[in-house]
């Protein structure tokens, strides 16, 4: 087999984001469908990438393939792009049905980003997921009903588009529906003390920020933006639902809603004449 640099991305975002569907690969990488099975059967029976399959319960009938890194794939990264003390494995805690549901709807949420920027000539230029983030966080502290406590800063992602000629800052959130609100309501609280306090600023150069929820329905969103009002947040915080995470809709179409703000809009203003 020659390896050729796409299959260097590949191998190196199936290791950066850690699992990645079929279809998520070749959204990101490929021109089609068979293109990219051909080509990821080849890194798989090579080595390269081991291949899983998502439990029945999750999969909605026939089960979509599921990439992760393997031994040779690990080699390869240490080789030519620098990485070093990769795990190649994955273990059964690692690929846990709750592992892959909240970790498979962020990179949804990613490759939707990375093909709307790519429609409408945004760039992309960070993008830090979770495992980015638990390696080094801030904390800091809040008000709880009966004291002071310390609260985590642990988006599921954060990242950054230049668009517009500006650069653009984001904090990302993808709630499952299991989470109580009063847990959301000290996200909350944290965000807004982070913000306040200038350790945002500190360690991310800017003030600039939007924090970004995604939810499975209308219902939950109702119950999240409530949540947020509630906590003292404000139009820093956008809510939308899962069915509008699409390249054509999650940057440019009027479907985010705002903390304390009436109506819907969009994350990026365009000219509607344009593609």
Not at 244 to 272: C, H, K, N
């Amino acid at each position: 087999m020659r390896l050729t640099e796409r299959d260097l991305d590949v191998i190196e975002a199936v290791h950066y984001y850690r699992v990645l569907k079929q279809n998520q690969l070749e959204a990101l990488f490929f021109g089609s469908r068979a293109t990219a099975q051909f080509r990821l059967e080849k890194l798989y029976d090579h080595g390269f990438l081991d291949r899983k399959f998502l439990p029945v319960a999750l999969g909605a009938g026939r089960s979509p393939t599921l990439y992760v890194l393997d031994r040779r794939g690990a080699e390869l990264l240490r080789a030519e792009r620098g990485y070093d003390n990769l795990t190649f494995y994955h273990t059964s805690k690692d690929l846990s049905a709750q592992f892959l549901d909240h970790t498979l709807a962020i990179n949804d949420i990613m490759v939707a980003v990375v093909c709307g920027c790519r429609r409408h000539g945004f760039q992309l230029e960070i993008w830090r997921g979770e495992n980015q983030i638990k390696g080094d966080y801030d904390r800091v502290t809040i008000r709880g009903p009966n004291r002071l406590e310390e609260a985590p800063i642990l988006p599921d992602s954060y990242f950054t588009v230049v668009a517009q000629q500006r650069r653009h800052h984001f904090f990302l959130e993808v709630d499952r529906g299991t989470m109580p609100s009063a847990r959301f309501r000290v996200k909350v609280l944290a965000y807004l003390a982070y913000h306040r306090s200038g350790g945002y600023e500190r360690r991310y150069g800017t003030q600039s920020l939007r924090i970004l929820t995604v939810v499975p329905g209308e219902k939950r969103l109702a119950q999240l933006q409530q949540a947020t009002e509630a906590a003292g947040g404000n139009n820093r915080f956008w809510f939308t639902t899962a069915e509008y995470m699409t390249e054509t809709a999650i940057l440019t179409a009027p479907v985010w809603q705002l903390a304390r703000t009436e109506g819907r809009r969009a994350l990026f203003e365009v000219d509607s004449s344009s593609p």
